[in-house]
C-alpha cells in the first residue's frame, strides 16, 4: 500500500470513528453483552453448536442433491423454484415476476448482495423496504453497517432528523416510539398498495420446502400475507435437509446475533400460502372497505442465488463460509467492529469477521482486500460462532491469497533477497512485521546502537512514509542479551533428582529480544517450584508471518520450532509458554501447519506459564515459596487469544492465592494486536480500541491498581495509554 | 400432560411481560370478555364447546383489520422454555388477526404446551409434512431496536396476552 493509500484509509477510519463509532459501539455492546448472558442460559450450548455444525456439513456436502429435492417439493407444494447463476440472472428472472408490480420487502442481505431494488426500480417497479432499519437506509440512501442490524450506525436523533427532513410531518417526530408509530403507518399503506412480498430466508427445507424466516417487527409475515405474489431470494446455501435440523438453528440463532434468547418470530412458511390477501390495489388508507380476498390463488417464487457459491464449495478454504447463518456474533465480538463498524469492516455487501470469506467468494478479492486487514486475528469470535467456523483462519487465508494476487510470483528478485517464504508481491509492511524474527535477532544484536537509530526522527519518518510504521508509536527496545544468552550462561538451578518436573520453556521472540525480564522472572518462578527449566533455542512461532497471511512462511517457522521443542516434548517435558498468542498458535493453527502426530504431541503438553503454575500448585507445589501478595490490589487484563482458550481463571486463581487483590477487565480486544497498532494507517483505531481497555483500569476501583497483562501487545498498549507502567503477571511471583 | 412444561411456560411468560390467563372451556367467555377491547377480530377457534362470542368479526375488512384493538386466534402449541405460542393455520385468517391488532390473544389448550424447542420441531415437522402450510413461533409482541430504542409493537401487535385452556 503507498503511503497516500495509508493516509486515505486513515482518514476514512478516522471519520467514522467520528460520525458513526459511538452508535456502532454501544449497540454492538449491548448485542455482545447480551449473547453471553443469553447463550450462558443454555444447558448444552456446545451440543447445540456442534449439532448446527454437522448439519451445515453435511446440507453443503449435498448441496446439489438438496436443491434437486427442495425443487420438487416447491413444485409440487405449487411453487417455482429458480437457481440463479449470478446476480444479473437472478434480477432478470426477478424482474420479470415482479413485472412493474408495487413490490414490499423484508430484509434480506442477499437482496443487498445482487442490488434487487436498482433492477426493479430500473423496470418501472416500486420497491419499498419494510424492516425498519432498512427503510432508515433506503431513505438516507446508505448502505448496512450491519448483517442484522443495518442502520446500527445511526442514533436516534439521527434518524429523527432524517425523517423530520424527508417527510415533514405536523409535529416533529422525536422518540423511539414516535419514529416507530410514523413508519409502520407509513409503511402500512405502501403494504396495503402492494401486489408482490418479498422476503429472503433464513433456512430452507429440502424435504418439505419450507422456509424459516427469522425477524421482529412482523413486517416479513405482513409482506407475505398482504400481497398475491410471494418471492422468496436465498443464496443457495440456505438449504438444510428436514424441519426437523431447524431447531438447533432456531435456538441459536437469535441468542447469537442480538443476544435474545428467541427473536419474536421465527416463521415457518411453506409457500404458497393461504392466508387471506389485500390484492394490492390503490385504495389504502383509513376507510378502506376491501374485503380481503381468498389466498389460495398465490404466486410463489423461490429464488436460490449461486453468484460464486458453488466454487466455495468446491474451495477446501472458503467452504466453511458456506456454514455462515449471518447471525452476526463474529461482528459483535471483534473490537474493531464495535470500534468503528461495517462501513470500514466490511466489502461491498457484507460486514464483520466472516464477511471475508463472502466478499471474496461472491463479490471477489479486491473487494475483501478493501477491510480484510481488519482482522487482527485475535479470535474472539471463534467461540461465537453458531457454526463453529474459524474465521480468523479464513481471514488468514484470504490475506495470503490477496499477498500473492498482484505479481505475486514474478518478482523473484524481491524474493530471493528477503528471508521468508513468500512470493514477490507481498506489501513491505506486510512482509516486515511478518519477519519480526529476523528484525529482533538483528535488533538485539545491534543493540543498543538499533534502539537509537530506530527511535531517531528520520528514521521513523522514513519508516513511516515507506513502511507505514506509524511514528507515533514507541517502537520496541531491543535487549543486547537475548533470554536464551542469558540463560545458556546461567545454567539451570534445579537438579534432575530434586525436579519436580522438567519443562522446557519457550523463548518466544519478544520474550527472547524485548521482554527477557519476564522470561527470567518466569525461569525463577518455576524454580522456585521446583521445576527444572530449560530454554531451548527455538525461534518464532509464525503468529508473526501469518498475521500477515504469509501463511508458507508461518508453516516453515511452525516446522522449525517443533524441531527445536520436540527433542523435550520426546523426553517427558512438559512445554512453558509466556505469550498467549504463541501458545494459540500451537493450540490453534499449528492443526493446520504442521503434520497430525506433531501438533497432538505439542499442543498436549504446552502451558501457559500460569495456568503451569496453577497446576504445580494444585498437585502439590507450595505457594508460600513465592513472594505473599499481602492484598495488594492488582488489574489484570487477559490476552485475547488466551480467553478465547479459556486460560485467564488460571492466572487470576493464582494471583489470588498468592494474596493478591484481583479485578479483570472484560474489553474483547486491548486494540494493540501485534503488528495493528504500529500501522500507520490503522494507529486510531487501534488507539480508539485500547481507550475502552483503558476506561476500565481508570475507574474510581481500579485507577491505583498495579496493571499486569499477559500478552506483549497488550502490555504495549496499555504501556502507551496508562501512566502506570504494567507488567506480566509472573513478575508478581518472582521473589529474584 | 404434567405441571411440569406449564409452570415453565407461566414463568417463562411472565419473563416476557406476556399475561397468562387460566381458564376451562366452560368458563371461557367469561375470561376472554376483559381481554376483548373493542374493536374485536378473531379466527374461529378449533376447540370443544369454545367459541367467539357475537362481538369478535371473525371476516373483516382490510379497515376492520387495521383498525382492531384485539385479534384472537388460536395457538397450536405453546413452548414452555421460551414462553412462545405457536400460531397455524391459514384460509381462516389467523395469520392478518394476530398481526394487525394491537393485542393478539391466543388462545391454547393445556394439552398442547410442549416442553421444549426439540419437542415442538418433531410435532410442527409431522404437521407441515401433513399440509400445515403455516406456523409462527412467536414469543411476545413484535418488536424493534432499529429507532435507537427498543420499542414493542413494531409492524405486529404491540401486547400478547395468552388464555390457557386446562381441561383441553
Known sequence: ?736 | MSAEPIATFESSLDEIDVDLVRTTADRFESALAPLLDAPAVGAPLPFENVSLPDAVETDPTVAELEAAATGVTAAGYGIADYGSVVIQGGADGEEPVSLYADEHVAVIAASDVLPDMDATFDRLAEDIRGGTGQAIVATGPSATADMGALVKGAHGPIDVTVVLLEDA
Open chain 1, 1 to 736: 500500500m503507498s503511503a497516500d493509500n495509508r493516509r486515505r484509509k486513515a482518514e476514512h477510519i478516522r471519520h467514522l470513528l467520528d460520525t458513526e463509532g459511538d452508535s456502532v459501539h454501544e449497540n454492538t455492546r449491548v448485542f455482545n453483552e447480551g449473547r453471553y448472558e443469553s447463550t450462558a442460559d443454555l444447558d448444552d450450548y456446545e451440543a447445540l453448536k456442534d449439532e448446527a455444525r454437522a448439519i451445515k456439513e453435511d446440507a453443503i456436502e449435498r448441496l446439489p442433491e438438496l436443491v434437486d429435492e427442495v425443487t420438487e417439493a416447491i413444485e409440487d407444494n405449487g411453487g417455482t423454484v429458480y437457481v440463479a447463476d449470478d446476480a444479473a440472472d437472478a434480477n432478470r428472472y426477478i424482474t420479470e415476476v415482479v413485472d412493474g408490480r408495487n413490490a414490499v420487502k423484508s430484509k434480506s442481505m442477499t437482496s443487498e448482495e445482487i442490488e434487487v431494488n436498482d433492477a426493479l426500480e430500473a423496470s418501472g417497479a416500486n420497491v419499498w423496504e419494510t424492516d425498519l432499519a432498512e427503510f432508515v437506509l433506503q431513505i438516507a440512501d446508505e448502505a448496512p453497517s450491519h448483517i442484522v442490524a443495518p442502520a446500527i450506525h445511526k442514533s436516534r436523533e439521527e434518524i429523527a432528523a432524517l425523517f423530520n427532513e424527508v417527510f415533514e410531518p405536523e409535529e416533529p417526530l422525536e422518540t423511539a416510539e414516535e419514529l416507530t408509530r410514523f413508519a409502520r403507518e407509513y409503511l402500512g399503506e405502501k403494504i396495503l398498495d402492494a401486489e408482490v412480498g418479498m422476503t429472503g430466508a433464513n433456512f430452507v427445507t429440502a424435504d418439505t420446502g419450507t422456509l424459516a424466516l427469522v425477524t421482529s417487527e412482523g413486517n416479513a409475515r405482513k409482506c407475505v400475507q398482504a400481497t398475491d405474489t410471494h418471492v422468496a431470494v436465498a443464496g443457495v446455501e440456505k438449504v438444510v435437509p428436514s424441519v426437523e435440523d431447524l431447531q438447533p438453528f432456531v435456538e441459536l440463532i437469535g441468542r447469537s446475533g442480538t443476544g435474545q434468547d428467541i427473536t419474536s418470530y421465527v416463521s415457518l412458511f411453506t409457500p404458497p400460502g393461504d392466508s387471506p390477501t389485500f390484492g394490492g390495489g390503490d385504495e389504502g388508507g383509513p376507510g378502506d372497505d376491501r374485503e380481503l380476498g381468498p389466498g389460495d390463488d398465490r404466486d410463489f417464487h423461490l429464488v436460490l442465488i449461486d453468484n460464486g457459491r458453488m466454487e466455495m464449495r468446491e474451495d477446501d478454504q472458503l467452504r466453511e463460509t458456506l456454514y455462515c447463518i449471518r447471525c452476526s456474533a463474529c461482528a459483535n465480538s471483534c473490537a474493531n467492529f464495535q470500534h468503528v463498524g461495517g462501513h470500514a469492516f466490511g466489502g461491498e455487501t457484507y460486514s464483520g469477521g466472516i464477511a471475508t470469506g463472502w466478499e471474496a467468494g461472491v463479490h471477489g478479492e479486491d473487494s475483501a482486500a478493501e477491510f480484510n486487514d481488519l482482522c487482527t486475528g485475535c479470535s474472539r469470535c471463534v467461540n461465537q460462532c453458531p457454526v463453529k467456523i474459524d474465521i480468523p483462519w479464513i481471514n488468514t487465508v484470504v490475506r495470503d491469497r490477496i499477498n500473492r494476487g498482484k505479481d505475486g510470483d514474478l518478482d523473484f528478485l524481491v524474493e530471493g533477497l528477503t528471508p521468508d517464504e513468500e512470493p514477490g508481491g507481498v506489501d513491505p509492511q506486510k512482509r516486515l512485521f511478518g519477519n519480526f524474527d529476523t528484525l529482533a535477532k538483528l535488533g538485539s544484536a545491534f543493540a543498543p546502537l538499533s534502539n537509537w537509530v530506530a527511535q531517531a526522527g528520520p528514521a521513523r519518518s522514513l519508516m513511516e512514509r515507506t513502511l507505514g510504521v506509524d511514528s507515533r508509536r514507541e517502537l520496541p527496545r531491543f535487549e543486547r542479551e537475548s533470554l536464551v544468552d542469558w540463560f545458556e550462561a546461567r545454567g539451570p538451578r534445579v537438579g534432575p533428582d530434586e525436579a519436580r518436573r522438567r519443562v522446557a520453556l519457550y523463548p518466544d521472540a519478544y520474550t527472547n529480544y524485548v521482554r527477557t525480564e519476564r522470561g527470567k522472572a518466569a525461569v525463577r518462578v518455576l524454580e522456585a517450584l521446583d521445576v527444572r527449566v530449560d530454554i531451548p533455542a527455538a525461534g518464532e512461532s509464525g503468529r508473526a508471518p501469518l498475521s500477515q497471511g504469509m501463511v508458507a512462511t508461518a508453516q516453515s517457522n511452525a516446522e522449525a520450532v517443533y524441531d527445536a521443542l520436540a527433542p523435550a516434548v520426546a523426553a517427558g517435558r512438559d512445554v512453558v509458554v509466556i505469550e498467549p498468542s504463541d501458545l494459540a498458535m500451537f493450540n490453534r493453527e499449528y492443526e493446520r501447519l504442521l503434520e497430525e502426530d506433531s501438533y497432538e504431541a505439542l499442543d498436549g503438553h504446552s502451558y501457559e506459564i500460569m495456568e503451569y503454575v496453577y497446576g504445580l500448585l494444585e498437585n502439590g507445589a507450595d505457594v508460600d515459596a513465592l513472594p505473599d501478595g499481602d492484598g495488594e490490589r492488582v488489574a489484570y487484563h487477559s490476552h485475547c487469544q488466551q480467553r478465547t482458550l479459556d486460560l485467564e481463571p488460571y492466572t487470576t486463581a493464582v494471583l489470588e492465592d498468592a494474596g493478591f487483590d484481583v479485578t479483570t477487565s472484560d474489553v474483547e480486544c486491548c486494540g494493540m494486536a501485534g503488528s495493528f497498532g504500529y500501522k500507520s494507517e490503522y494507529y486510531e483505531l487501534s488507539v480508539d480500541v485500547g481507550e475502552s481497555l483503558v476506561d476500565q483500569f481508570t475507574t474510581d476501583d481500579t485507577a491505583d491498581r498495579t496493571v499486569v497483562a499477559s500478552g506483549t501487545s497488550c502490555l504495549e498498549q496499555l504501556d502507551a495509554l496508562l501512566t502506570r507502567r504494567p507488567a506480566h503477571p509472573v513478575r508478581l511471583l518472582d521473589g529474584r
